[in-house]
């Protein structure tokens, strides 16, 4: 297995979702509006040891000096 988030870059500020219909003519349209994203930051595994990946070892994101319990 593979950890999809190593070394990932920054996340994009906001993305572009639906939010309801309008109608135009006789069809529906999606209206998407602009949001946020608000995904969090840390990566889960990189919170503690248990997990032991592999993948982990080398990561950008492993936070070595003052960790956090």
Sequence with gaps: ???ALKNRGPFKESMVVQDGWYSKGHTRQPRMVPVPFRMAEPCVFQQHDKY???DCIGCS???TEGKES
Excluded: F, G, R
Aim: charged fraction near 20%.
């Design 1 to 3: 297995m593979t950890c």
């Design 52 to 54: 032991n990946y592999p």
């Design 61 to 63: 994101l492993k936070k």
